[in-house]
């Protein structure tokens, strides 16, 4: 089954941490996005790639870093320089080529405790 | 700028009854494309349509709906005899042609259908 493969489902973090949240695809997509939702609001996008060792910020990247080493992964550092990291996180894939939809996962749900 | 504005925070429907979402979008640009997301209480974004900015002929893919007016910039979105199963949040989105395929999100819509 091809899709988007999101870890862990649920994330507690503690002040002063940094965490990283997985995000995995096998739909052979160039194009990876990192999306932060919060209650009553749209998805707000934090990093993009749109090919491998190659990304770039999105409009609220500041406390966050990602990679791209391989087609596959993108994964989502929180660092602690993230100071409301308390969110839910959603990846995206998509083909790349312009106007195609984004498939996205099940997403992570982050914590601060 | 690039926006997409879903006015109705929450709409509140008793089963069968019809239901219209709104979704008003600007954008400078002559090419670009309009997407509607559904978001089930699991969390995921599941895909429901996409629309260019070329085609306004609108579509229907069974009790769904779409009507899309370039002269109001609106792309609404109905359920004809609405189902519990339809209770989700809503998302309206835009991709300008410059934009790097980035979503640009409304805020959502969430609809409750009760039996």
């Known amino acids: 089954d091809g899709g988007i493969t999101q870890s862990p489902k649920y994330l507690f973090r503690k002040e002063g941490q940094n965490v990283t949240l997985s995000c995995e695809q096998n739909?052979?997509?160039?194009?990876m996005y990192w999306y932060r939702q919060d209650p009553g609001q749209g998805l707000r996008l934090i990093y993009y790639?749109?090919?491998?060792?190659?990304?770039q910020k999105g409009d609220i990247a500041e406390g966050y870093s990602v990679s791209r080493e391989k087609k596959e992964s993108f994964p989502l550092t929180v660092t602690s320089a993230q100071k409301n990291p308390t969110a839910f996180y959603l990846c995206?894939?998509?083909?790349?080529?312009?106007?195609?939809?984004?498939?996205f996962g099940q997403g992570t749900r982050l914590t601060v405790v | 700028a690039q926006k997409v504005t879903q006015a109705q925070t929450e709409i509140s429907v008793v089963e069968k009854e019809d239901v219209t979402l709104d979704c008003v979008y600007e954008?400078?640009?002559?090419?670009?494309?309009l997407f509607w997301y559904k978001q089930p209480p699991s969390g995921e974004l599941v895909f429901l349509i996409r629309?260019?900015?070329?085609?306004?002929q609108n579509e229907i893919s069974g009790r769904y709906s779409w009507n899309f007016q370039k002269s109001t910039s609106s792309f609404n979105f109905t359920i004809t005899a609405s189902q519990v199963v339809d209770s989700a949040v809503y998302f309206c989105a835009l991709i300008f042609s410059g934009g790097y395929n980035k979503l640009i999100f409304g805020a959502g819509t969430r609809l409750a259908v009760h039996p």
């Open positions: 739909l052979n997509h160039d194009a």
């Open positions: 995206a894939s998509s083909p790349g080529v312009t106007g195609t939809e984004a498939f």
């Open positions: 790639s749109q090919i491998v060792n190659d990304f």
């Open positions: 954008t400078r640009d002559t090419t670009y494309y």
């Open positions: 629309r260019n900015s070329f085609d306004e």
